[in-house]
Every structure is written in C-alpha cells, then in structure tokens.
C-alpha cells in the first residue's frame, strides 16, 4: 500500500503498543511516493551518526537518521559480539511491515585499548529505502505510553516529504595540494615487502597510504556523495559517520551479499588504467587478463575467500569465471562468488571470518596483517574496514569494503589509496597505481 492514510496504520500501531507492554522497541513500515535518499537525508540535515548507501546502476539507495539503540565493540570477537546483540534485539522488535535494518561498521583494526574505533551497530530511528522506484519508509520507536502516536506523526512527516533545495556555491577549485602522511615512505616500504615476501615471511600484503587536503572552507559531504554517484555509477557509494568525522566513498567491492540464504561475495584485485580511447583501453584490458603478476595476487584472493567460506559452513561456494570491473579512470580483475548460507550460520559469522580479505590486508591473513602497523605511518580506521547495513533478523545485508573514501572533518579531507605487493612488484608501478585509485576521490570532493 502506497502512502497509507494515519487510520491505516493507526490500529496496528495501537494494538502494537498495547502488546509490548512498554518493552522493546516498535518498528512501522510502509511505502510512500518514490523519494531519492540522499535528498531526504540533505534535506533533514542530522548530525551525528547516520548512512547512506547507494548502488546507482541497481538503482538502490538507502538513507538513514542517528540511533535509537546502538552496540559498540572491540577485539577480535567482535564479529560474533555483535552478531549475539542483534539476535537479541531482532527478539526485541516488534515490527509492523518489513523488519528494520541495522546500520554496521566494522573498522580494519579489531581495535584494542590504545587505539583505533569501536565497531558500531545501531537501529535507526528512521531510514528511506528506494529500491527500483520503489520508497519504503521505516520508524523506530522504544516502546513506550504514546509511542504508536509519536510514529504516526514521524509518518505525516515522511508522506508529504518537501525536499529544501541547497544548490552549492559555483565551485572555485584551488590547485589540490595533498600532504603525504609520513612523507616519501611508500617505494622503501614496497622494496623491504618484497623482500620479506622472498624470505617466505607472507606471499602478499597490502600497503595503504594517507594524505592530507586542507581548504579555506570546509567539504561538502552531501555534494561529495552526489558527485560521487553520478561519476561511479557501478560501485557502492556510501557515507558512514567515524567518531566525529564523516567517510563517504565510492567502493568497487562487496564483501558479502545475503538475501534469504543466497549469499554473495566477490574477489577484486589486479589494477590497470583506463585507455584514452577505444584502441588503448582494450590494449590495457587485454595485457591485465594476462598479467602473471596480476593474475597471482587475483588467484590467491579467490583462492582465500573460498576456503573461508567453506570453514563456516556456506554451501556449494563456488568462483565464476573472472571479468573485467571497468571503473572511471581503473580497471580491476573480478570474480564473482557465490554459495548458500547454511541454516545455523549467520550473516555476521561470514562476514567476520572473510574480513580482512587478502584484497586489503594480506596472505595468510595470519602472518602478513602483523607487518602492516610497523610499514604504514597512519591508523586505517574504517579506511579497508566493512560498512553496511543488516536486516533485523540477518537474514538480508550488505557490507561493503571501505575503499576510494575520504574522512571528512571540517576543511580537512584525508584520503586513501592502497596496493597489493606480491612478489615482482614494482615501487614505482605500485605507486603509480596508488595515485590513479587517488583519483576516484579527489575528482568528487568539493
């Protein structure tokens, strides 16, 4: 039902509030007029935590305001802490219409006492979902005396929605001077690797680099996303809130996909450059597909990820043949993966065993992600870590890899870029590919 009127959803509102007897939380659903998520969440303008999540060539987006109940963790069991606090609120939520979703951050990092962010779970108190034209609103509410009647007047609000238009200022675009974090690190750090990797000490670890881009003024984050969207149509945008900071990115990389128990996964690894015409760029593709460098570094993270999936029990996991993912000014190598999520395993239970894929930390996980804090002069934070959103009850999600992103604090704008080094590589061809994984970025901040 398309914009149901307040007696519509009143009745059950009430019979909900009078059954939970002021425990638990409510959750109201219902579809409205199509509304593009992003202009919702510019519009309201919240502060503090919020998403958002679009897939533009899906034609999928997802908007969502601060928490009404949240979970924040740390150390190596937080997957499975918070897979434990979810099933725990899924009991807790009565829902009228589809289950709500819950946001989720995990950062590279398992965090520890000293240093890095808290993994983050929270339900919001509002969240817009368009999905092929299709807008379902969401309001949470804590169970409460008058709770049925505060979502009622949240869903007037949502029915009529007026988006506040906020054109940005004609944009004069400063040279972009960027500041290394750490200085000229990176080529020394690509040779020891490689001779680390000779010494039988991991076969790959990926290096990542920071830099630093100050304005007079300060970033757009909305107009950041927007430019994001219409310039990366088939990656997934997203915007994530990082202690007091804001992440938005484009990322060409799922790390896992569930509907129902159809569970999906993906390799990405191997990097070339765009062609500037037809000629160059199927040249390019053509010597990255046959690329033994390339070609060892994509296999061994296919390789990783189908073993991982096969330890928790996904059934019948199994690679398709590899494909080029042709990006704006990148291409990469990537094979999809696919399988089935066995009936006492869980969303979160996956994820936790396939993150850090070797795509962004290293081979064997085990031996090369200790290296990685005495190479890089900078903290990830959610930079390669996991962010997306959970279906209540977990059986629906996506989480993302946190890549091509920018954290976003005022008039400073740090940005990343990393590479796989495996044996061969280059210091300069990998510092090269760094600076064009930069561009994805730096071309959309504003």
């Given at each position: 039902?398309?914009?149901?009127?307040?007696?519509?959803?009143?009745?059950?509102?009430?019979?909900?509030?009078?059954?939970?007897?002021?425990?638990?939380?409510?959750?109201?659903?219902?579809?409205?007029s199509?509304?593009d998520?992003?202009?919702?969440?510019?519009?309201?303008?919240?502060?503090?935590?919020?998403?958002?999540?679009?897939?533009?060539?899906?034609?999928?987006?997802?908007a969502?305001?601060?928490?009404?109940?949240?979970?924040?963790?740390?150390?190596?069991?937080?997957?499975?802490?918070?897979?434990?606090?979810l099933?725990?609120?899924?009991?807790?939520?009565?829902?009228?219409?589809?289950?709500?979703?819950?946001?989720?951050?995990?950062?590279?990092?398992?965090?520890?006492?000293?240093?890095?962010?808290?993994?983050?779970?929270?339900?919001?108190?509002?969240?817009?979902?368009?999905?092929?034209?299709?807008?379902?609103?969401?309001?949470?509410?804590?169970?409460?005396?008058?709770?049925?009647?505060?979502?009622?007047?949240?869903?007037?609000?949502?029915?009529?929605?007026?988006?506040?238009?906020?054109?940005?200022?004609?944009?004069?675009?400063p040279?972009?001077?960027?500041?290394?974090?750490?200085?000229?690190?990176?080529?020394?750090?690509?040779?020891?690797a490689?001779?680390?990797?000779?010494?039988?000490?991991?076969?790959?670890i990926?290096?990542?680099?920071?830099?630093?881009?100050?304005?007079?003024?300060?970033?757009?984050?909305?107009?950041?996303?927007?430019?994001?969207?219409r310039?990366?149509?088939?990656?997934?945008?997203?915007?994530?809130?990082?202690?007091?900071?804001?992440?938005?990115?484009?990322?060409?990389?799922?790390?896992?996909?569930?509907?129902?128990?159809?569970?999906?996964?993906?390799?990405?690894?191997?990097?070339?450059?765009?062609?500037?015409?037809?000629?160059?760029?199927?040249?390019?593709?053509?010597?990255?597909?046959?690329?033994?460098?390339?070609?060892?570094?994509?296999?061994?993270?296919?390789?990783?990820?189908?073993?991982?999936?096969?330890?928790?029990?996904?059934?019948?996991?199994?690679?398709?043949?590899?494909?080029?993912?042709?990006?704006?000014?990148?291409?990469?190598?990537?094979?999809?993966?696919?399988?089935?999520?066995?009936?006492?395993?869980?969303?979160?239970?996956v994820?936790?065993?396939?993150?850090?894929?070797?795509?962004?930390?290293?081979?064997?996980?085990?031996?090369?992600?200790?290296?990685?804090?005495?190479?890089e002069?900078?903290?990830?934070?959610?930079?390669?870590?996991?962010?997306?959103?959970?279906?209540?009850?977990?059986?629906?999600?996506?989480?993302?890899?946190?890549l091509?992103?920018?954290?976003?604090?005022?008039?400073?704008?740090?940005?990343?870029?990393?590479?796989?080094?495996?044996?061969?590589?280059?210091?300069?061809?990998?510092?090269?590919?760094?600076?064009?994984?930069?561009?994805?970025?730096?071309d959309?901040?504003?």
């Amino acid at each position: 039902m398309v914009n149901p009127t307040s007696s519509e959803l009143s009745n059950p509102l009430q019979a909900a509030e009078r059954a939970s007897a002021g425990v638990g939380y409510l959750s109201l659903s219902f579809q409205v007029s199509e509304l593009d998520p992003l202009a919702v969440l510019e519009t309201l303008n919240v502060t503090g935590p919020r998403s958002y999540f679009e897939n533009p060539s899906l034609h999928q987006a997802h908007a969502s305001g601060p928490p009404l109940v949240e979970w924040k963790g740390r150390g190596k069991n937080r997957f499975s802490d918070a897979d434990l606090w979810l099933r725990k609120l899924n009991l807790s939520i009565q829902a009228i219409g589809p289950l709500p979703r819950v946001i989720a951050s995990f950062p590279f990092y398992p965090g520890d006492d000293k240093n890095d962010l808290d993994s983050h779970l929270f339900l919001p108190t509002w969240q817009v979902v368009t999905d092929s034209g299709v807008t379902t609103i969401t309001l949470c509410a804590k169970a409460a005396p008058g709770c049925a009647d505060k979502l009622l007047k949240q869903a007037e609000q949502f029915r009529g929605f007026t988006y506040q238009a906020n054109p940005l200022p004609i944009p004069q675009r400063p040279a972009t001077v960027l500041s290394e974090v750490g200085g000229a690190w990176f080529p020394s750090a690509v040779k020891r690797a490689t001779e680390l990797i000779k010494e039988g000490a991991f076969e790959k670890i990926v290096l990542t680099r920071a830099f630093d881009w100050r304005k007079p003024e300060n970033f757009n984050v909305f107009g950041t996303l927007h430019r994001l969207r219409r310039a990366n149509p088939n990656c997934n945008i997203f915007l994530i809130n990082e202690a007091e900071a804001s992440l938005v990115g484009a990322s060409p990389e799922t790390l896992i996909a569930l509907s129902e128990s159809n569970l999906k996964t993906e390799a990405v690894a191997g990097t070339t450059r765009r062609g500037d015409s037809a000629s160059e760029d199927a040249s390019l593709a053509k010597a990255l597909l046959a690329s033994d460098k390339d070609q060892r570094e994509h296999s061994a993270v296919t390789a990783s990820i189908l073993r991982r999936l096969k330890m928790v029990g996904v059934v019948g996991a199994a690679a398709h043949l590899p494909e080029l993912l042709r990006l704006g000014n990148v291409m990469h190598i990537r094979t999809p993966v696919i399988g089935k999520l066995s009936a006492d395993r869980t969303f979160l239970e996956v994820a936790g065993e396939l993150h850090p894929t070797p795509a962004v930390g290293g081979k064997p996980r085990d031996l090369a992600l200790p290296f990685i804090p005495g190479f890089e002069p900078h903290l990830r934070g959610l930079y390669t870590g996991a962010v997306g959103w959970i279906q209540s009850d977990g059986k629906k999600g996506n989480l993302y890899v946190a890549l091509r992103c920018a954290r976003i604090l005022g008039n400073t704008a740090r940005v990343y870029a990393g590479a796989g080094i495996v044996a061969g590589s280059d210091p300069t061809l990998e510092s090269v590919e760094t600076e064009m994984k930069l561009k994805t970025i730096l071309d959309s901040l504003i």
